[in-house]
C-alpha cells in the first residue's frame, strides 16, 4: 500500500508557472511508475504525464507537451510536476497516482487510469487568463 498526497496547486494568471508535488509514503516509491492526471468540470478525467518507475521514460499529452515536465526523486519519495506557460484550458483538479512495478512498452498503458493502482485526492489548478 502506498499514499499519495498532492500539493502545489492554487490560483495563478496566465502565462505563469506552478509546480505540484506528490508524496509517497508507504512502500519503496522507487519501484513505482506513475502519472499526472487532471480532470476539468464537466470532462472525463485524462492523462497529462507518466513516467516510468526509473524516471529514464516520460510521456505528455500534446496539449502540455514542450510546457510541463515531470520528475521523480525516488530518494525523497517525491514526484513533481513542473508546470510553465499555464493557460486557461489547464484550469483542473490535478491528481497523482502509482503502479508498482509496471513496465514500459509498447502498450502505451500509462495513459489508462484503470492501469494505475494508487491515487493521491487531487489538488486544485485553477488559471484565469
Known amino acids: 500500500q502506498v499514499q499519495l498526497v498532492e500539493s502545489g496547486g492554487g490560483l495563478v494568471q496566465a502565462g505563469d508557472s506552478l509546480r505540484l508535488s506528490c508524496a509517497a509514503s508507504?512502500?519503496?516509491?522507487?519501484?513505482?511508475?506513475m502519472g499526472w492526471f487532471r480532470q476539468a468540470p464537466g470532462k472525463e478525467r485524462e492523462v497529462v504525464s507518466a513516467i516510468s518507475w526509473s524516471g529514464g521514460r516520460t510521456y505528455y499529452a500534446d496539449s502540455v507537451k514542450g510546457r510541463f515536465t515531470i520528475s521523480k526523486d525516488n530518494a525523497k519519495n517525491t514526484l513533481y510536476l513542473q508546470m510553465n506557460n499555464l493557460n486557461a484550458e489547464d484550469t483542473a483538479v490535478y491528481y497523482c497516482a502509482a503502479v508498482e512495478g509496471r513496465v514500459w512498452d509498447g502498450s502505451v498503458w500509462y495513459r489508462d487510469s484503470r492501469r494505475y493502482d494508487y491515487w493521491g485526492q487531487g489538488t486544485q489548478v485553477t488559471v484565469s487568463s
Open positions: 508507504g512502500r519503496t516509491f522507487s519501484r513505482y511508475a
